[in-house]
């Protein structure tokens, strides 16, 4: 059974999840505060965990962090009220892997979670899935290395969170192909709401930020005017 852990100070929100979880077949616990939450995530195997950004004692953003610094790869779904706070929530520096803005919908926090759960599934069994496809792609000074999980530009490494890596390399995957944002939500993020496509904009501007010389005028990650984005066929 999957377990699941709810870090959530408004008891009424933790119990409505906790049960919707439980329909899907996940065992949830309920961390009111920092230090709970801190106690049961480092005694505890979670699958996921539902994070509040919001907390009596501490953030949101400084416990993922905390979360993160124990090792081990555990899924971090934000709840957050700021919008102002998304390119935190979401970069390098606290690095969930998704958000939702309050006050959401039950429904789109389910579809969220069970797109978590088939991405960490997916992660761990890439044999079976995908064998011997691996190896590395290469454009110009970008070199991507599907096992590894790392890129390099110019032989210098770059930092990408997860889902930065599986947008890039999604798109290098297929050069010169155009995908709107809604088909990069549905192949990249796993779910297709409407409504969710600033959070493409958001991951490509800071995957430009990461791997461009200038992200103004970027020759990876090209933007189609009026439809989407696409990897460049080929850089000089
Ligand atoms: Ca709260």
């Avoid at 929100?13 to 230090?35: F, M, N, P, T």
């Avoid at 709970?36 to 501490?58: E, I, K, N, R, W």
């Avoid at 892997?97 to 761990?124: C, G, H, N, W």
Wanted: with cysteine; aromatic share 8%.
């Amino acid at each position: 059974m999957r377990k699941v852990l709810i870090v959530e100070d408004e008891p009424d929100i933790a119990r409505l999840v906790q049960q919707h979880l439980k329909d899907i077949g996940c065992e949830a616990d309920i961390a009111g505060d920092g230090a709970s939450a801190m106690d049961l995530f480092t005694h505890d195997g979670y699958q996921l965990v539902v994070l509040d950004l919001m907390l009596p004692d501490t953030d949101g953003l400084s416990l993922c962090r905390s979360f993160r610094e124990q090792g081990g790869y555990v899924p971090i779904l934000m709840l957050t009220a700021k919008s102002t706070e998304l390119d935190r929530v979401l970069g390098l520096e606290v690095g969930a892997d998704d958000y939702l803005t309050k006050p959401f919908s039950i429904p789109e926090l389910m579809a969220r979670i069970k797109a978590l759960f088939r991405r960490v599934e997916a992660m761990q069994q890439p044999a079976a899935s995908e064998p011997e496809k691996s190896e590395s792609i290469e454009c110009g000074d970008l070199r991507i290395d599907s096992d590894r999980r790392s890129v390099t530009v110019a032989g210098e490494d770059v930092e990408l969170t997860a889902r930065e890596f599986e947008l890039l390399h999604f798109f290098a995957s297929n050069p010169g192909r155009v995908f709107s944002r809604v088909q990069l939500l549905d192949k990249v993020w796993g779910y297709n709401h409407d409504g969710y496509e600033h959070t493409v904009n958001s991951h490509i501007n800071r995957l430009r930020s990461k791997i461009e010389q200038d992200p103004s005028n970027p020759k990876y990650v090209l933007t189609v005017w009026g439809v989407g984005y696409k990897f460049a066929d080929k850089v000089d």
